[in-house]
């Protein structure tokens, strides 16, 4: 058996399924798990909107770019924000660490998937609409990814057989 990647980095839209896998996957390779989103709220003290609301969307892109760039695991799934691929020297560092996977999903799946969107804390620029942010993203995921997984329409445990097959069996 070929073992895991030193990090796995799950990437990927609001919705795609990047901390319910990457749980399930830490979990399944005995690693640990790391939700980026999380520790921004831990070491800020507040939650991810509310931020957003009373901070903007530039300063909570800061704000992630330092977590990130402080982070130096080992072992460990690594679960982003949907917008860590707008800072290109977060993308850069979480590259060094180990395998960058995006987790792919469909505007339409996106949309499905994501019921609470003004308290989710979904980075938006202001006046941006949900499509424009897909499109404006699905280049730097594509950019930045070492793999792609496709996730629309895939139940979370297909999504993690996958990650499965293509990291810890020959060929």
């Known amino acids: 058996m070929i073992h895991p990647p030193d990090n796995i980095i799950l990437i990927g839209m609001p ?11 830490a979990k399944t390779l005995g690693m640990q ?8 709220q831990q070491q800020s003290g507040r ?3 509310e931020i957003l609301d009373h901070d ?3 300063a909570f892109r800061r704000m992630e ?6 982070l130096h695991p080992s072992n460990s799934v690594i679960a982003t924000g949907g917008s860590v691929v707008r800072s290109r020297a977060a993308m850069e560092h979480l590259r060094s660490l180990g ?9 339409e799946e996106m949309e499905r998937r994501i019921k609470n969107i003004t308290t989710r804390g979904i980075v938006l620029l202001p006046g941006q609409s949900l ?13 930045y990814a070492d793999d792609i997984i496709p996730c629309s329409g895939e139940d979370l445990e297909s999504v993690v057989s996958q990650i499965l097959i293509r990291y810890t069996h020959p060929g």
């Open 131 to 143: 499509r424009a942010m897909y499109l404006q993203r699905v280049p730097l995921y594509e950019e």
């Open 15 to 25: 919705g795609a399924g990047k901390s319910t896998v990457g749980v399930i996957l």
């Open 65 to 70: 770019e330092e977590t990130i760039l402080s």
């Open 33 to 40: 798990f790391i939700d980026t989103d999380i520790l921004i």
């Open 99 to 107: 395998v960058v996977l995006y987790l792919e999903i469909s505007f």
């Open 56 to 58: 903007g969307p530039d």
């Open 47 to 49: 939650m991810l909107q």
